[in-house]
């Protein structure tokens, strides 16, 4: 994506397409997922059967549409961030943006550990790395960036993130097997969670939001800021940027997939070859929803998207803290989801979905903002 060629101020009004996209991935993040498994129970062949396998994340090496989800949003992350702390720098200079990055850094990573259960459970069950802790300390970091670092200092951060991880990953040996096995226990990055990441792992003695994997989680957000500058260009017309995002984003499939052949794509230790598979896909999408919503000007069929958009973290929290399939399931509980058959599932998880578009327009619709 093209360097700007002077300072790039974000335009004061919203891109919707954005706020789209934000929703539209955190949508598949609560409740999508559910319908298309519920769908898979009338017809396991054929497109219900592929659309369900690409709603499973896969085990180790490889990518599914699931393993997308996060990702993509760790990317919109670095998109949004441009526009945030882009005008809060014109406006109120760099020491306000260092205090807007400080302290959103801090209530992520608080909600984090609050997600997980916060104190509630026993010590040794908290979980200091996780989902948001994660988009946290890439957030603080892309920030920092941002705020400190040219667009070349930019770039070449976010390159040295990527291949220094590949040959740390690569080339140090990793006690009982040696250097550059990527299998799941044997790898440097799950060594470094058993010996130094403390309390609660995911999965068993490492995590895959874990220590070492932070770094190329850091480069993913980054690739997000470069797309960010590339929507702010005001030298470019829509259709150039659209170019760029669409250009990149084959370009960075292309390129992980051939790194793959090397350094195989997982998403539970966060590869290199799967930051730019994933930034690929990413760019493409956040290209089709700009191209459709800001561009063409087609915005009605993306409003709900944006209802949730706007509160991502809210509604995320929501699906923890309330079980809004249980409340789903009084409308189609007991003997009318027997009378439903298979379609009792596919009933409770449209209900999943419709309380949530609901809840996201009604927080819209009253100007109730989670604001970190």
Known sequence: MPAPLAPAHPPPQRLMSLDALRGFDMLWIVGAGGLMHALRKFSDAGPTRFLADQLEHRAWAGFAFYDLIFPL????????????????????????????????????????????????????????????????????????????????????????????????????????????????GKNLANWIDKEFLPLRKWDGDHDPEGLLSTLPAIAHCLLGVFAGRTLQRADLTEARKLMWLGGGGVALVVAGWLWHLQFPVIKKIWTSSF???????????????????????????????????????????????????????????????????????????????????????????????LRL
């Open 73 to 184: 949003f760790i990317f919109i992350v670095g998109v949004s961030l441009t526009f945030s702390l882009g005008r809060l720098m014109a406006q109120h200079g760099r020491t306000a943006a260092l205090g807007r990055v400080a302290r959103r850094t801090l209530l992520l990573y608080a909600l984090g550990v609050f997600y997980y259960g916060g104190f509630a459970t026993p010590f040794e069950q908290i979980r200091l790395l996780g989902v948001l802790q994660r988009i946290a300390l890439c957030y603080f970091f892309a920030g920092l960036a941002y705020c400190y670092l040219s667009h070349r200092g930019q770039v070449a951060l976010c390159a040295t993130l990527l291949v220094g991880y590949w040959a740390l990953m690569s080339f140090v040996p990793v006690p009982g097997f040696g250097a550059g096995d990527f299998a799941e």
């Open 275 to 369: 930051v730019l598979v994933s930034c690929g896909y990413s760019s493409l999408l956040l290209a089709l929803f700009y191209g459709l919503i800001d561009v063409c000007g087609w915005r009605r069929w993306a409003t709900p998207f944006v209802w949730i958009g706007m509160n991502p973290i809210t509604i995320y929290l929501t699906h923890q803290l309330v079980d809004l399939k249980a409340i789903a399931g009084r409308f189609v509980g007991g003997d009318i989801h027997a009378a439903l058959g298979r379609g009792g599932d596919l009933a409770v998880a449209l209900g999943v979905i419709l309380l949530t578009f609901w809840l996201s327009r009604f927080l819209f619709r009253r100007k109730i903002f």
